[in-house]
C-alpha cells in the first residue's frame, strides 16, 4: 500500500532552515507528482509546493517563494523540501502528498506530517 513518511522536522530559529524529507513506498515513485502541504495550529490545510513526476516542473505558494525550494530523487523515492529563511509562521505539521497522477497538484494519499516550529 502507499506509504509516505516525512521526517527532518524541528525547532528551528527564525532566519534558520530546514530540510524535510519524505519517503515513498508502495507506488511507482517516479509516474506521480508530489506536494507538501502544511497545517498551522487552529488553520486549514495550506498547499506549499508541488513537483511534477520527472521535475521538470515545480510550483510554491506565494507565501514560501524564494525561501523553500522542492526537489526529488527517483533513484531513491524520496521527495525533499528544503526550508531557508524560515519565519514563525511557517510554524506548521508538514505534509508529503502524493498525486494521482504525473503532472497535477491535487492530493491522493498523504503522510502522518512531520512538525516545523519556527521560534527563537
Known amino acids: 500500500q502507499v506509504q509516505l513518511v516525512e521526517s527532518g522536522g524541528g525547532l528551528a530559529q527564525p532566519g534558520g532552515s530546514l530540510r524535510l524529507s519524505c519517503a515513498a513506498s508502495?507506488?511507482?515513485?517516479?509516474?506521480?507528482?508530489m506536494s507538501w502541504a502544511r497545517q498551522a495550529p487552529g488553520k486549514g490545510l495550506e498547499w506549499v509546493s508541488g513537483i511534477y513526476s520527472d521535475g521538470s516542473d515545480t510550483y510554491y505558494a506565494d507565501s514560501v517563494k524564494g525561501r523553500f525550494t522542492i526537489s526529488r530523487d527517483n533513484a531513491k523515492n524520496t521527495v525533499y523540501l528544503q526550508m531557508n529563511s524560515l519565519k514563525p509562521e511557517d510554524t506548521a505539521l508538514y505534509y508529503c502528498?502524493?498525486?494521482?497522477?504525473?503532472?497535477?497538484?491535487?492530493?491522493?494519499?498523504w503522510g502522518q506530517g512531520t512538525q516545523v516550529t519556527v521560534s527563537s
Open positions: 502528498i502524493k498525486s494521482p497522477d504525473s503532472d497535477s497538484l491535487e492530493y491522493d494519499y
Open positions: 508502495g507506488f511507482t515513485f517516479s509516474s506521480y507528482a
